[in-house]
């Protein structure tokens, strides 16, 4: 039959019961949509009048044991995983982590060192330079500036840029 949810809807009420009158006017209204589909609807109709007339199935008393008794025996026939086996499938994910972070950690290593060492070759040279005067040299400054005068513009030098 078809794939529509009210034909199915309908369908599956039919298996468990007989159709209210407005059910029945919602099948005759969808069966007028769809007339393709009544042959199919019938013989369905048929099929589950015939079923609900067949007696039920006798079952012994003990059924409920025997099933669990099977549902057991069955769960106790497959196969187990023993507790290793499920932590290994972790190991390759938990390698692949380890192996990033000891990479990072590495470079970031290199990194800082390389960092450090560039410092001390650039200490290294200032420490070289034997021009610097020592920093004794300052503390008489505001004294030697106060007592030269002012820079005046040399008006000769100004004219010949003219």
């Known amino acids: ?9 309908l369908r599956e009420l039919t298996w468990r019961r007989k159709l209210t009158g407005a059910e029945e006017a919602e099948l005759r209204s969808w069966l007028e949509t769809h007339p393709e589909a009544r042959a199919e609807w019938e013989a369905e109709t048929g099929l589950a009048a015939v079923l609900e007339g067949l007696p039920d199935a006798p079952v012994p008393s003990n059924f409920t044991a025997r099933v669990l008794k099977a549902v057991e025996r069955d769960a106790a026939a497959a196969p187990r995983r023993p507790v290793w086996q499920f932590r290994l499938r972790w190991l390759p994910k938990a390698a692949f982590v380890l192996t990033v972070l000891a990479a990072g950690l590495v470079s970031f290593y290199l990194l800082q060192s390389a960092e450090r060492r560039k410092l ?3 200490v290294a040279a200032v420490a070289d330079i034997p021009s610097l005067p020592s920093p004794d040299i300052l503390q008489d ?3 030697i ?3 030269s005068p002012a820079a005046t513009p040399d008006e000769q030098l100004l ?4």
């Open 1 to 9: 039959m078809t794939n529509d949810p009210i034909c199915n809807r």
């Open 120 to 122: 001390a070759q650039s």
């Open 141 to 143: 400054f505001d004294a």
């Open 145 to 147: 500036r106060a007592s």
């Open 159 to 162: 004219a010949l840029l003219k």
